[in-house]
């Protein structure tokens, strides 16, 4: 008889599509998975214990640094936790200015999950597509704050800056253009045959493991769960917009696929409507020159363009936190990794790491 | 002396002259995928070494020659140099089997016309498929002796993908033979001539399946398995570097165009022009290899082409494809032409 032995390939943390330092130590039988265990920690700099000991409007900054695809949403959850422990209203034009930069956000980090997705699955030119539009968000956003990246858009009480002149009309240029591109993708991928037969039936997870395994935003829309905490748990203004949340049906790489590409979608409705509605008036909460919150407990969380993002802060009523723990989408939703890769093919734990959506930046904080 | 002319020196400089411009092609090709896909992809590519980048593939050439040789330790050590020259050398000696054009007298520089190929082969498309297939030896020595896990996979993928693909290219192939009655080339295309009509007009199936054949045994996209980056780093040269790793870069580059080549001589009409029995053709200037290279590069654009528009096939639905619909087509096809050449006589 001939000798099986399980091979053991050591994925990562360098390699080209593990998105950042993710290791994955593959047992494999030829080419088909046995086990998948992921490696973390390549990237961890103990943001959450720097958290403890900067008062709270410097921490701003450093949540920039966990989902640096998004950093604006990463704010907002920041920023709404330490107001829910000031108890502190939001003026309503910054919650629309809050809403707007969030849903640009959620574009531009859905546009990078596309770029590198497909080129995984080995589909190059809508790489260069989505950064071309990408790109014209980034000038949106460095109009707005001066950054293109980590932004720092939001401060605690409201938001930094007012809008600046002419930026409402630049937002209108590019919804149109980017209606119109958001085609170009979908004619690209959509109906490839090769792209369907890569996506459809590969990473199913059932709605129930969804659940369990506590997975949230575009994973578990997939699966067919409604929860978006736009709806589940509102907050700023998104009770007055009218936005649909899409959900797939079978739970497999497609149809996370077709859900990404409806929600930016509804974010440019959302966009649209925000244009329509914003009201003038102040940009910032009154009476927060000097924060100090009393000693309390909160857990606050906005729905960021990888799912739930959520911000759990104690404070001892002295001017720094005394403790800050992060919920970020990507870490949870990395542990549904394993069981969705067992049995699949190694071209497919690309396939699959793509579709979690994952950034080590807020699995290591 | 007049023996010694005909049969030593004239070959030798056909095949100086043939070599150099079929490595001036491999290296253009790098520069015209480079700009096509950028073209393609609303960037703009390499356009500063030279006048719109033109010396592009000089700068890398004299890069690659720079660059560290990098061997593992833990590699076979021959069997690593030997890689990379056994997929570039099979691919170049299949160029003196192409012909590349009619016999010629170059616009009046020679008294006596000369054909525009090395030799000519009364079984040359057998020994074309055979050095084809000698590139797979490069392939998987080269995976294997890297010792590194993701080479051996990749190599694993090729040997798999490469000896898959060719059984139903040569099914295909065989069909042309049934129309052409020859397996030399320059016959091929003579048979064409006689015919007036490329071969791939009633052999477009034929021509399909070799065309998807032969991009999956050229490693190139949707077929990239070996090598697919995202996958396997690099796949079977990931331990490769320098003038080694150039030469699996030319030896791709090359494949691609003995596909073109043979592609262009089988199904479309090599050195002739487009319908050859029409009048207007003798009416125009006649530059000797025009149609050929022409018809070679449209083959390259269509590879870079799918490369721009499509993702990845899977393995094991790569594998369903070349048995479960190219083979059972190609045979097919073989049996349909074959009835339809009784038929006729």
Partial sequence: MLDVQELELNMGPQHPATHGVLRLILKVDGERIIDAKPVIGYLHRGTEKLFENQTYPMNVPHTDRLDYIAAATNNHSYCGAVEKLLGVE?????????????????????LVWLATHALDIGAMTPFFYTFRERELILDLFEEYCGARLTLNCMTIGGVPEDLPEGWIEKLKEFIEIFEEKIWDYENLLTDNRIW??????????????????GLTGPPLRGSGIKYDVRRAIPYEVYPELDFEIPIGKNGDTYDRYLVRMEEMRQSVK?????????????IQAKGLKFIKPKPAEVYFSVEAPKGELGFHIISDGSPKPYRVKVRPPSFINLQALPSMVKGHLIADVVAIIGTLDIVLGEIDR | MNILFLYVIIPAIKGIVILSIVLFLVAYATYIERR??????????????????????????????????????????????????????????????????????????????????ITDVNVAILLVVGFASLGVYGLILGGWSSNSKYSFIGALRSAAQVVSYEVPQVIAIASVLLLSSSLSLVKIVEAQKEMGLWFIFPGFLAFFIYLVCGIAETNRLPFDLPEA??????????????????????????????????????FLGGWLPPFPSLKIWHSLPQIPVFWFFAKVLLFLFIYIWLRATFPRYRFDQLMDLAWKWLLPLSILNLVLVAFIKWGIK
Avoid at chain 2, 68 to 77: A, F, G, R, Y
Avoid at chain 2, 81 to 105: C, E, R, Y
Avoid at chain 2, 234 to 243: I, R, V, W
């Fill in chain 1, 90 to 110: 939001v003026p309503r034009r910054a919650k629309f200015i809050r809403v707007m930069l969030d849903e640009l956000q959620r574009i531009s980090s859905h």
């Fill in chain 2, 229 to 266: 980056e995202s996958e396997l780093v690099a796949g079977y040269h990931t331990e490769y570097s320098g003038m080694k790793f150039a030469f699996f870069f030319m030896g791709e580059y090359a494949n691609m165009i003995v596909v073109s080549s043979v592609a262009t001589v089988l």
């Fill in chain 2, 36 to 117: 096509v896909l950028a073209f393609m992809q609303a960037r703009l590519g390499p356009n500063l070494a030279g006048p719109q980048g033109i010396l592009q593939p000089i700068a890398d050439g004299v890069k690659l020659l720079a660059k560290e040789d990098i061997i593992p330790s833990s590699s076979q050590k021959f069997l690593h140099f030997l890689a990379p020259i056994l997929i570039l050398v099979p691919a170049l000696v299949i160029f003196g089997l192409v012909p590349f054009g009619d016999a010629s007298n170059l616009f009046g520089l020679l008294k006596n016309p000369i054909t525009l190929y």
């Fill in chain 1, 196 to 213: 369907k037969k890569r996506t459809i039936g590969v990473g199913v997870i059932s709605p129930e493991d969804a659940i369990n395994y």
């Fill in chain 1, 270 to 282: 959302i966009l649209k409507q925000c244009i329509e509605k914003i009201p003038d008036g102040e």
